[in-house]
């Protein structure tokens, strides 16, 4: 079966280190707290890596993120691996379940999910796929 599920979601990132800035130049790493709203509704825990330059605009993330909850009220957990590049021109995010990560009744889940931010508040849209078992 394949789905598209929409929300959003609240945000907390945590500092958890941060290398000294070479030329402007550093490598953070940061603790994701989410709290799921919508089709999915629960939490996720992350841990992200971050390339800072000195051009605010310019950087580039990695991470995974572990979701605890509902998923249109299949219960279960699934993990999200997430990539990011960022410049003032363009944004290029990526966030995919990781194969055979799903547990409960979402094992078997994959998809892609689409992140965007209007006006300070965290929207999602995620399209996947579940065998027809779950």
Do not use: C, W
Not at 19 to 35: F, L, P
Not at 57 to 62: D, G, L, N, V
Not at 93 to 112: A, E, F, I, N, R
């Amino acid at each position: 079966m394949t789905g598209k599920a929409r929300g959003t979601f609240e945000i907390q990132m945590s500092p958890q280190s941060q290398e000294e800035k070479i030329d402007g130049v550093s490598v953070s790493r940061q603790s994701a707290d989410k709290q799921y709203s919508g089709d999915i509704e629960g939490s996720g825990k992350g841990e992200m890596l971050a390339a800072l330059t000195n051009v605010k605009t310019s950087q580039a993330y990695a991470g995974i993120e572990r979701v605890v909850g509902t998923l249109q009220g299949r219960k279960g957990t699934f993990l999200l691996q997430h990539t990011g590049t960022m410049t003032a021109a363009t944004r290029d995010l990526k966030v995919t379940v990781v194969p055979d990560s799903g547990t409960g009744q979402l094992v078997g889940l994959s998809g892609k999910m689409m992140i965007n931010v209007v006006n300070g508040k965290h929207l999602y849209e995620f399209d996947y796929m579940l065998p027809d078992s779950n």
